[in-house]
């Protein structure tokens, strides 16, 4: 019974063991299903379960019939153009980063569009090229295909190194998007929570600088290799400043101009973007007034600059992947895959919840995995978010993928139409562009001091990560991290904080004993608490805290007591000590034994329970023992383990806890396990954990019902007064105080203690 009074509440209730709670209240029995039941469910086929299989592959049927056309369409239709004129400018840039024709980024801008349109979840990024991603399909690229270093290749061989690094681009996608899709139909949208933000943070921002040093010599106009091993970011910017001679000074100076005004003008949007109506599209009007600019001045001949050339108009026939190329490639889809399927939901998931809708994680694997599927055979390049395009499309008034679709559209007039008036943009142009959309990847350091104060593990975890992706490279850096983030889990899973508890305002409410002052402690009984499952990692460690918090090795007690019944027993067959009322007396002069003298039988027997039956005198060990009998006293009759934070125990831990429990046992000390979760009690006996020695009986739903059946089983009650507490205003409220039940961190008995 539960009576408030005031802000206070007063309970009325037995002192409840689990087993004594599950007595007085029945248990309802539920069935749980097994792997069976979950893959006949699975399997089942009714109209309704058709209906929602084709409803969650096909998204767009569910959301499109109540599309609201009127009140959407224009917002749709204006926030669809923006974005497909950014997405024109990202795909040319971004296909620099893949080491191919700037063309065929309009590919991977288009094609992944159409397709997620159908099978994609969220209703607000925009789906095409993202610099991390191009520039890991990048690395494969020039892996497979280094090209001509020397820069005096023909137009010919250029021509041919050019198609082979298309192919390599468009097999490494390909095969990306087969394992985005596997995973999908497998269901393993999961997948993303092995990535938490620290490190996808840390990786883009690697990958961020990793653009900046690999568009330097489109921006510069150097023949810079391309180095894709660990250490390639060192060698590359050594090859760059070898030749910083050889720099095309109207390329610099163009590259300049577009970064400042660029930055500035995206600062403005930022800014003023509650004021204005839409963002000023500054990509498109530098991308114009280059393109004009290069041409009218004849840049190319002029001053020898390096420009996009003619784009081929129409689409490239569909291929077959290279199965060579995929052979050498699977580590890169492999990384690719996850870190584009990862930076998109995580994009999507902000806007979902932003506008209250589902996002399906395992549909979401499935619509990028057939987008870049279908963009591989198109000869496009891997495809996710670029966060800032996604952007563009929400903050223009973008409701659906509908606005999706009218970008596509954009990107199908440059390919078919208008592709030619970008011919004399310069590359240094495009390379500018592509460094104007990283200021938000790169701000991303500012983390790290924010990590540093909020939690150590995960700003480490960023540093790592990014160190790792900066020096091993973007594929084996992204592995490293993954390994260092699980190795942090183990470590702060296998070393758990295990602290001691107490009484903290003579109330039913236990805290550590080190962060309070007004605490009490039972006499005699000791509050353990580890806050982590418990596994076979980690149960040395609870073990070691456990026997740290209690001061002493029960096994060394036990030990040292059978020890002690062995001599008491030779000693009185000798007749060197006599029985009396007063307990034994030692009649001869003390004799030093050694260790190894009296263990002449096996170990094993020492830790078997002491055993006085053939004694004509029970030994209390807390007394004065003979002066030749040396044994440890201890002060501790009873152990709380509070369990509530320990989610689950494997066998391992079962039989360590096992072991450890009978040790304490076997000296006399009374063990209880308080506040374990449900469940935990019926795995233990299914695993034969109990026995004699451990019983069910030892669990209590709190930790202040089993110190409440301490007190009363120690008789500590018997001195207890009930009375009528007297205050100002004569409450009703009962106090009880006992003579030595709880004791004060100054070893002071308490006047008075509520419970």
């Given at each position: ?6 802000n206070h ?6 002192v409840?063991?689990?087993h004594l709670?599950n007595e ?5 029995h539920?069935?749980?299903k097994?792997?069976w ?6 399997f ?7 209906k929602?299989v084709a409803?969650g592959l096909?998204?767009?049927?569910s959301?499109?019939?109540s ?8 917002s ?7 974005t497909g004129?950014v ?7 971004f296909a620099l980063l893949?080491n191919?024709?700037?063309?065929y ?7 992944p569009v159409?397709v ?17 991603l191009s520039?890991m399909?990048?690395?494969a ?8 270093s020397t820069?005096n ?5 250029i021509s041919a190194i050019?198609e082979e ?5 468009a097999?490494?996608t ?5 394992f985005?899709?596997?995973?999908g139909?497998l ?5 993303v929570i092995y990535?938490?933000?620290s490190?996808?943070?840390?990786f ?5 600088v990793?653009v900046?040093v690999s568009?330097?010599k489109f921006m ?5 290799p391309?180095?894709?091993k660990?250490?390639?970011i060192i ?16 390329d610099?100076?163009?590259s300049l101009i577009?970064l400042l ?8 949007n930022d800014?003023?973007?509650a004021?204005?109506p ?8 530098v991308?114009?007034?280059?393109a004009l600019?290069s041409?009218?001045?004849n840049?190319e001949e002029k ?5 996009v050339?003619k784009?081929e108009?129409g689409f490239?026939?569909?291929v077959?992947?290279?199965v060579g190329v995929?052979?050498?490639?699977i580590?890169?889809s492999?990384s690719?895959?996850?870190v584009g ?7 999507a998931k902000v ?8 996002l399906?994680?395992n549909?979401?694997l499935?619509?990028?995995g057939?987008?870049?599927i279908v963009g ?6 891997a495809s996710s978010?670029?966060l800032?395009?996604s952007?563009?499309q929400e903050?223009?008034?973008g ?5 999706g679709?009218i970008?596509?559209?954009i990107?199908?007039?440059v390919?078919l139409a208008?592709?030619?008036l970008?011919a004399?943009l310069?590359?240094s142009v495009?390379?500018s562009l592509?460094?104007g ?6 701000m991303?350091?500012k983390?790290?001091?924010i990590?540093w104060r909020k939690d ?5 975890i960023?540093?790592v990560?990014f ?6 490279g973007?594929d084996i850096?992204l592995a490293t991290a993954v390994?260092?983030?699980?190795l942090?889990v183990?470590i702060r ?7 001691v ?5 003579r ?9 309070y002052?007004d ?7 000791k509050?353990?608490k580890c806050s ?5 990692a ?6 070691e ?5 209690v ?12 020890k002690a ?24 002069n003390?004799t ?7 263990d002449?039988?096996?170990i ?14 029970q030994?209390n ?8 009998i040396t ?18 125990l494997d066998?391992?831990a079962m ?7 009978k040790?304490f046992?076997?000296?006399?000390i009374?063990?209880?396990?308080a506040?374990?979760?449900?469940g935990?009690l019926?795995?233990l006996?299914?695993c034969?954990?109990?026995d ?5 009986s030892?669990f209590?739903?709190?930790?202040h019902d089993?110190v ?6 120690k008789?500590i ?14 409450s009703n409220?009962y106090?009880i ?7 004060s961190r100054e070893c ?5 203690t509520?419970?």
């Amino acid at each position: 019974m539960v009576e408030p009074v005031g802000n206070h509440y007063v309970v009325a209730r037995p002192v409840y063991s689990e087993h004594l709670f599950n007595e007085e209240y029945e248990k309802l029995h539920r069935y749980h299903k097994t792997f069976w039941d979950h893959l006949k469910l699975y399997f089942r086929c009714s109209p309704q379960r058709v209906k929602k299989v084709a409803l969650g592959l096909f998204p767009v049927a569910s959301w499109l019939p109540s599309y609201r056309f009127r009140e959407w369409i224009l917002s749709d239709i204006v926030s669809g153009i923006n974005t497909g004129l950014v997405a024109v400018l990202q795909g040319l840039a971004f296909a620099l980063l893949v080491n191919v024709p700037p063309g065929y980024g309009l590919y991977a801008a288009f094609f992944p569009v159409l397709v997620y349109f159908i099978f994609g979840t969220s209703r607000h990024i925009s789906v095409g090229p993202f610099p991390v991603l191009s520039l890991m399909v990048g690395g494969a690229v020039v892996r497979l295909v280094p090209g001509d270093s020397t820069g005096n290749g023909t137009s010919t061989n250029i021509s041919a190194i050019n198609e082979e690094r298309v192919m390599v681009a468009a097999s490494v996608t390909f095969l990306s998007g087969v394992f985005q899709l596997l995973l999908g139909i497998l269901q393993f949208g999961f997948i993303v929570i092995y990535l938490s933000q620290s490190l996808i943070s840390g990786f883009t921002t690697a990958a961020a600088v990793h653009v900046v040093v690999s568009q330097l010599k489109f921006m510069l106009q150097l023949s810079v290799p391309g180095y894709n091993k660990p250490l390639g970011i060192i060698y590359t910017l050594e090859s760059i400043f070898s030749q910083i001679t050889d720099t095309n000074i109207a390329d610099l100076v163009t590259s300049l101009i577009v970064l400042l005004v660029v930055f500035v003008v995206k600062e403005m949007n930022d800014r003023y973007k509650a004021k204005l109506p839409t963002p000023i599209p500054i990509e498109l009007l530098v991308t114009v007034l280059a393109a004009l600019i290069s041409y009218f001045v004849n840049f190319e001949e002029k001053y020898n600059v390096a420009v996009v050339g003619k784009l081929e108009e129409g689409f490239q026939v569909p291929v077959a992947p290279d199965v060579g190329v995929l052979q050498k490639c699977i580590g890169d889809s492999i990384s690719i895959a996850i870190v584009g399927f990862a930076v998109a939901f995580s994009v999507a998931k902000v806007y979902s919840i932003k506008y209250d809708y589902p996002l399906d994680g395992n549909q979401e694997l499935i619509a990028f995995g057939l987008g870049n599927i279908v963009g591989g055979s198109f000869k496009g390049f891997a495809s996710s978010t670029a966060l800032s395009r996604s952007g563009v499309q929400e903050s223009t008034g973008g409701k659906t993928q509908i606005a999706g679709i009218i970008s596509a559209a954009i990107v199908l007039i440059v390919i078919l139409a208008i592709g030619f008036l970008l011919a004399p943009l310069q590359k240094s142009v495009l390379a500018s562009l592509a460094l104007g959309n990283l200021k938000g990847m790169l701000m991303q350091f500012k983390e790290v001091g924010i990590l540093w104060r909020k939690d150590k593990y995960d700003c480490v975890i960023w540093v790592v990560t990014f160190l790792a992706a900066i020096f091993l490279g973007l594929d084996i850096g992204l592995a490293t991290a993954v390994a260092f983030q699980l190795l942090t889990v183990v470590i702060r899973s296998q070393i758990p904080s295990c602290t001691v508890l107490a009484n903290v305002g003579r109330s039913n409410i236990y805290r550590n004993r080190k962060d309070y002052k007004d605490i009490y402690e039972p006499e005699g009984v000791k509050i353990f608490k580890c806050s982590s499952p418990i596994f076979f990692a980690n149960t040395e460690f609870f073990r070691e805290k456990l026997i740290t918090a209690v001061g002493f090795n029960p096994q060394r007690i036990l030990r040292k007591r059978n020890k002690a019944l062995r001599k008491v027993r030779k000693m009185l067959k000798k007749g060197e000590l006599q029985v009396t009322p007063k307990g034994l007396i030692c009649m001869a002069n003390h004799t030093h034994e050694s260790d190894e003298e009296l263990d002449n039988n096996k170990i094993e027997e020492l830790d078997q329970p002491t055993n006085m039956t053939d004694l004509p005198i029970q030994i209390n060990w807390g007394a004065d023992l003979p002066p030749s009998i040396t044994v440890p006293r201890v002060d501790i009759h009873s152990i709380i383990l509070d369990f509530s934070s320990v989610s689950f125990l494997d066998f391992s831990a079962m039989r360590i806890l096992q072991k450890t429990l009978k040790e304490f046992v076997r000296i006399d000390i009374d063990i209880y396990i308080a506040a374990a979760h449900e469940g935990l009690l019926e795995k233990l006996e299914r695993c034969a954990f109990f026995d004699e020695e451990i019983k069910p009986s030892m669990f209590f739903l709190t930790i202040h019902d089993a110190v409440l059946h301490i007190l009363l089983k120690k008789d500590i009650d018997s001195s207890l007064e009930l009375k009528l507490a007297e205050g100002k205003g004569k409450s009703n409220n009962y106090v009880i105080t006992p003579s030595n039940g709880l004791r004060s961190r100054e070893c002071m008995i308490p006047i008075e203690t509520k419970f």
